[in-house]
């Protein structure tokens, strides 16, 4: 299980600092994703990360401003959200998925329950 944490409200160019915590002992075999949803609008990707944690990718929306990582030893994945702008409002959600990394929110397996994001102009 995936529990995510840490949205809130904050103003344009304000920072926030999301977390996704994993149940179970096999967290470092799963890719992790952070997936966002705002209203009437598709589920789209914003950042992944390997199983090591080396080898990071980002939407072209938000690079430059987020920042994925993760601590295996915590069984957790951090979304660092700076700069932070209106059109970043959105449900974020965590994802995991055995093996490699993906964006394509259809192949991650195991999905958090959401964490809202809204950010004021």
């Known amino acids: 299980q995936l529990q995510a944490s840490g949205g809130g409200l904050v103003q344009a160019g304000g920072s926030l600092r999301l977390s996704c915590a994993a149940s179970?002992?096999?967290?470092?075999?799963?890719?992790m994703g952070w997936f966002r949803q705002a209203p009437g609008k598709e589920r789209e990707f914003v950042a992944a990360?390997?199983?090591?944690?080396?080898?990071?990718g980002y939407a072209d929306s938000v690079k430059g401003r987020l920042t994925i990582s993760r601590d295996n030893a915590k069984n957790t994945v951090y979304l660092q959200m700076n700069s932070l702008k209106p059109e970043d409002t959105a449900v974020y959600y965590c994802?995991?998925?055995?093996?490699?990394?993906?964006?394509?929110?259809?192949?991650?397996?195991?999905w958090g329950q959401g964490t809202l994001v809204t950010v004021s102009s």
């Open positions: 990360i390997n199983r090591s944690g080396v080898g990071t």
């Open positions: 179970g002992r096999t967290f470092s075999m799963y890719a």
């Open positions: 994802a995991a998925r055995p093996g490699t990394t993906s964006t394509s929110p259809g192949d991650f397996t195991t």
